[in-house]
Structures are given as C-alpha cells and as structure tokens.
C-alpha cells in the first residue's frame, strides 16, 4: 500500500480543514509547490492535491498552481476539487496531472465518466466517495444527497470506474483513525480504493493495508510528523558504452565515430567512480547484421558487480539466452522489438520482464514522435508513444528513451518525451540522448520525471565527471548513492 | 565446497563471478548428489517463479531443498522460493517460509529497480560491517510477505516490505549482492563465513 501525501490548497496556500469545515481551517504553508517539493524529497511515490476553493465554488480555482506543481515534481499527481465538467477534467489530464478525482459529477453525469474513461483509461479515472454519517456528500462536502451509497456504486461499476477515494467526514483532519468499517464495505464491491480521513499513525496504515486498500492519502499526520514517509530508492546514473567492432564509439547522431578507448577498460573506470548502472550499445550489430558480443558480457561481467545492459542486433530468444548466460543482466531491444514485437512477450515469459528493455529511437514529427531502427536509421512509421504502450504491455521492463533530434548535440534532453513516454507507461524510465551540461540531469529527472539519467560522450571526454555529477544532483535533493 | 544451485533459467555468471572475486570454492551444479554434500549453498535468483519452479522438480530439488540443514542462501527469484506461494505465474512454491510472494501494485513503477536502503530490523551474522545506510541494487516485480516474524531487514518502496528474511538455516535477499558493489561482495563474503 502506498502513502499518498495530501496536499489541500485554500486561498493558494496549503491548508487542512476540520471534517471539512471551511471555517476550521489550519494554515501550514503558504507555497504549495515547495510543500510537493518537500515530500518528494522525503520519499513520496505520488500526490494527492485537492483544489479546496474549486470543490466549493464548482469551478477550479487552483488549476494553474496545481498544473506547475505537477510538472515540477517527478512523481504523479493525482488532483481534486471543481472537476465538473469533461473540459476541466481533460485539460488536467493532458497537463501532466497522472489521475482526476471526480465527486459532484458522479451524482448527475455518467455520460461524463464514461468520455473520460474511454478516453484516457480507467486508471487515470478515481472517484471521491466522500459519506457523511452512512449519506453521500458532494459540493465541497457541502451537500448531503439521499441517493444511497450502494446504488451509486452499482452505477460506478457499469460506467466503468475501478478506483475509489473513501473519505468519512466526520473522521477528516481528526486524526482519530479512518472509519475501516465504510471501507471494508465498498470493499466488498471489488473495487481498488484508496482510503482517505483520519488516518493518524502507523496502525491506521496497518490496519488500511490488511483490509486491502491499495493507497492512503495522509494529511495531517504528515504535517504534524506523526507519520514519515521514507523512499530511498536512488535516481540512476548511467554512462554508455557505444561499441563500435570491439571498441568504444563517440558520435553524432549514430555518425562520425572516433575511437573513445577498450569497453572493458573504461567500465572498470566508470564503476569505481560511482556508475549506478552500465549501457553497452554495439551499434553496428544491426546495420552489418552481426550478434553482439557474447565475449564482451563474459569480460565485463568479470571485472565489474554492477548492473550491466547490452543492445545492438539482439534478434533471437537463443540471443538473449546467450546474452544473460554470459552474465548480461539485462537486454535492450530496439529493432527486434519493431520487427517481431512478440520476442518482448515471450522473452518476459522465459526470463522476466525484469531483464527486458525497450531501447526507444524516437524522432520528432509533428506533434508527436516516430520510432527508427537499425541504429537510427531507419524510419517506421510508428507513433513513439502507442509502440512504447505497446511494449509495456507485452512485458517489456524498461524504456530507455533515446532521441535521435537531441543525441550528440548537448542541447540537453528531450523533455517532453521523457514526459509523454513517463505519463504513457508505469515502467522506469531511462533518459539518453543530448545531455551537455549536470544541470539537463537535474531537469531530466526533476521535469522529465527520469528513473535514471544515461550520457556517453560527455563522460568519456572527462567533461563531466560521474562523481561530480552524482554530488551534484545530491546537492539539489536528489537521491543518489555516493 | 558452496553449491551454487543451476536451474537453466537465467544469468548465472553473476553470482559466479562474485564467488570468484571473493576467492572461495563453488561448484555449479543442478546435481542433488552434489547439492546435498555441499557445505553451503546459494540459491540465485534470475527468470520466473513457474519456469524454475519446472526446473527445480524436473531434478526433484522441490524435495531435497526443504530439508537442507547446511547455510542456504536465496537471491531474488530465489528468496521468493522459499515461500508458499507466489503469484507469478500461479506457483506453488518450496514452503520453507510461511508466506506469499505478492506483485506490486501500479500505484508504484514496476518494477522496482535500482540502489534502494534496507533498514536492518534484526541482528544476523550476514550484516556483519553493513549498515542500514548502505545501497543494494534491486530489480523485482514480486516482493515477499511472509506470515511470521522472520524479516531480518526491510525497505520501502510504496511501503515496507521484506528485502531479508532468515528461518533457522535459510536466508533470503531480495536485492542482489551480486550486483551491489563492494556492500553487496560484503554480505556475501558474511555468509561464506557463517
């Protein structure tokens, strides 16, 4: 069960109410995005932001506050409060905010529930149950509806909805323990739910993750440090290896490559000063119709006990084999992947989706983005954000985005696709391609919402060292092992 | 002599490699004659519940691993193993440790991957110069959740869960030390010692 931080905004600042009084309210911050700021650093997985005066007036309030927080931060933001009508709730959606929460309109417009569903997936989709003494609640939880509970949940279930927010008033902002009673009764409805009101302490979120909630969302208790979140998990930084007939490759664009030393030699390097992770990417494997190299697994996989990729020309189920047997932990797909999409779903079948990365060559074009193969140089046709769902879906582990507009130019990463690729799939994400400076890591991750950061050209050079780097981005409150 | 249990379903090289550096005997085998002369063994974990839970009955290891007396030690997949029951796949597990193996939900990236801390939560000779501050490299979709109190270190990702488990003779890793750098070469080094 995840923890989700509240964060309620008033008068734009951040605020708890008193079972929803908007006369009992507690100020703890007046800037709600350095408030998200601080508990993503802390460790929160996601957001729950709830637009106060929208829920009241019917109409967001908020918005714009709430859209720059979810661009700022690099986890996702689920958002609440005046969502009323399928224009509000799209423009949210196509913003960068990961999920909408709707109350009000449940009660008079299916119709609505149902565009939005068919349009953007039903996990992007969470409804508020919000219940008063055992009644329905709406309007800022100003209006008490006798519809009863279970009628509307039967129509829920045939619009479609799978997600619930279940939040007792009488319970919120009490810190008196969450009515676990309500919820095990929408429970039984089988839909997933996320708990909200009153939770106070790590036995509430105990109890919550035993009766089978799927999230918390946690006020009070956060801002009063009864509760502390703690996610430790690092950003990654990951240098690669272009291998070019044995020998590491710098380039433009997949082209004019000048020797840049042994791959074994420089992993040994990269490894002592820090990498998180190694990428060797043979690219001449697929354009001269060669395997990649099994021996340079073997070698590397000696010398050094980090994690370690290999891509280039990997076709086969027998490659990958080979490739993990000589001590690759994980395979990078690109071509293969266009041409016979199901060695994703079978290689997932045999060796775990875990090992299995989907290396995205993506070039601008229009207003989206196209997939290459064949080491950049081949256009298919493809829609960069439908094939990346694609491979999700089929198993794929990881996406390592590349952008062939960006790559070898250090004009920095292509933000907007790390974000289209990040919002489309919930797989971690690698950013490549353009990195020229520490701070497009910084952005990468904090407005991409990368997992982990790889460059080749700028590491090679000795332009930027990986400890450097790695101090850096610390400096700025990322999280990273040093 | 450390056993080093083969059962065709992945990278073995790995934990090979790190025996190696660590400059200790193994051998690899899928052999139960050998298994069940070893000294010690480890349990590497790479593949799928099923498919190696396949593998492991081909050679009748579902039978003879449930009764090793010797120091075991269970990496990832191999970790999960040792539990009832996993819901990859469906599989019936070894039934060592009373517990599920569950998959996370989406409200977190699946899987989780990367350099996360574990927060010790019981002494065992395997933290031997670790600390909860130390990184080790994970990459699992299944996490454990085992009914008795047998968590020797936890981490948190969307929550708390097992990424140490020990029951009398078993020991389980979710992360890989394999692939932790020097930390993780440590604890292996702690349970060759044992």
């Given amino acids: 069960m995840i923890i989700i931080p509240a964060i309620d905004i008033l008068n734009g600042q951040c605020v708890r109410l008193f079972q929803g009084d908007y006369n009992k309210s507690i ?6 995005l350095k408030t998200a700021k601080r508990f993503v650093q802390e460790g929160a997985l996601s957001l729950h932001i709830i637009d106060l005066d929208g829920a009241k007036t019917g109409q967001p309030v908020n918005m714009d506050t709430i859209i720059k927080i979810a661009k700022n931060i690099n986890i996702p933001v689920q958002v609440g409060g005046g969502i009323r009508n399928y224009q509000i709730a799209a423009n949210y959606l196509e913003q960068g905010v990961k999920k909408i929460i709707l109350g009000t309109v449940v009660i008079n417009n299916q119709t609505m529930i149902k565009k939005l569903i068919s349009k953007f997936g039903t ?5 508020a149950i919000d219940t008063d003494k055992g009644k329905l609640v709406t309007n800022g939880w100003q209006v008490i509806n006798s519809i009863s509970i279970k009628t509307i949940l039967k129509k829920l279930k045939q619009t479609g909805v799978t997600t619930l927010l279940v939040t007792d008033k009488q319970k919120d902002g009490t810190l008196n323990g969450p009515n676990l009673t309500l919820i095990k009764t929408i429970l039984k409805q089988k839909f997933n739910i996320i708990a909200a009101g009153g939770v106070a302490n790590n036995k509430d979120l105990k109890n919550l993750k035993k009766i089978g909630c799927l999230g918390a969302v946690v006020g009070k208790a956060l801002y009063e440090n009864k509760i ?7 950003k990654r930084v990951i ?71 290999i891509g280039g020309g990997i076709k086969t189920l027998g490659d990958i084999r080979e490739l993990l047997l000589a001590g690759a ?41 196209e997939v290459y193969t064949n080491s950049g140089t081949k256009a298919t046709g493809l829609n960069a954000i439908v094939f990346t769902k694609k491979m999700a879906k089929l198993g794929a582990g990881e996406i390592l985005v590349n952008s062939l507009d960006r790559d070898g130019t250090k004009s920095g990463y292509d933000i907007k696709l790390l974000q289209a690729i990040g919002s489309a799939v919930n797989l971690p994400i690698i950013a490549s391609s353009g990195a020229g400076k520490k701070e497009d890591f910084l952005t990468a991750i904090e407005k991409g919402q990368a997992d982990a950061i790889l460059a080749a050209s700028l590491f090679h050079s000795g332009e930027l060292s990986i400890k450097k780097l790695k101090k850096y981005l610390q400096n700025n409150n990322i999280n990273i092992r040093l | 002599m450390i056993a080093v249990i083969n059962y065709h379903a992945g990278n073995i090289a790995s934990i090979t490699n790190a025996l190696r550096k660590l400059k200790v005997d193994f051998v690899v085998t899928d052999d139960p004659k050998k298994i069940k002369q070893a000294d010690k063994i480890i349990f590497p974990g790479v593949g799928r519940a099923g498919a190696a839970m396949r593998e492991l009955k081909k ?62 939560k019981k002494s065992s000779l395997l933290w031997k110069n670790i600390t909860t501050n130390d990184y080790f490299y994970f990459i699992h979709s299944f996490y454990c959740a085992p009914k008795n109190k047998v968590v020797i270190a936890s981490t948190n990702y969307g929550g708390q869960f097992a990424a140490a488990v020990q029951k009398n003779n078993f020991y389980g890793v979710q992360f890989h030390p394999e692939k932790s750098s020097k930390t993780g070469l440590k604890l292996l080094r702690n349970f060759c010692n044992l």
């Fill in chain 1, 329 to 369: 932990d994980k395979i990078a797909l690109n071509t293969a992947a266009v041409k016979n999409p199901k060695i994703i779903s079978q290689a997932a079948k045999q060796f775990g989706s875990q090992c299995i990365v989907i290396s995205l060559d993506a070039k601008r074009k229009n207003n989206s983005w």
């Fill in chain 1, 123 to 127: 996990e992007r989709i969470i409804v």
């Fill in chain 1, 228 to 234: 502390t979140l703690s996610n430790n998990l690092t």
């Fill in chain 1, 27 to 32: 100020t703890y911050n007046n800037n709600p």
């Fill in chain 2, 59 to 120: 050679r009748k290891l579902n039978k003879i691993l449930p009764k090793i007396k010797v120091p075991f030690l269970g990496i990832c997949l191999g970790m999960q193993l040792l539990f009832d029951y996993s819901e990859e796949d469906n599989t019936n597990c070894l039934k060592i440790i009373p517990g599920a193996v569950k998959k996370f939900t989406d409200e977190v990236k699946i899987p989780h991957l990367g350099w996360n801390k574990v927060e010790i």
């Fill in chain 1, 239 to 309: 240098p690669c290896l272009d291998i070019n007939n044995g020998r590491v490759v710098k380039g433009i664009k997949f082209k004019n490559l000048q020797d840049a030393g042994d791959p074994v030699a420089l992993a040994k390097k990269y490894n002592k000063d820090g990498a998180d992770e190694l990428v060797f990417l043979d690219i001449s494997a697929t354009v001269q119709k060669r395997k990649t190299q099994i021996e340079l697994a073997k070698r590397v996989a000696k010398e050094i006990n980090i994690p370690f990729t």
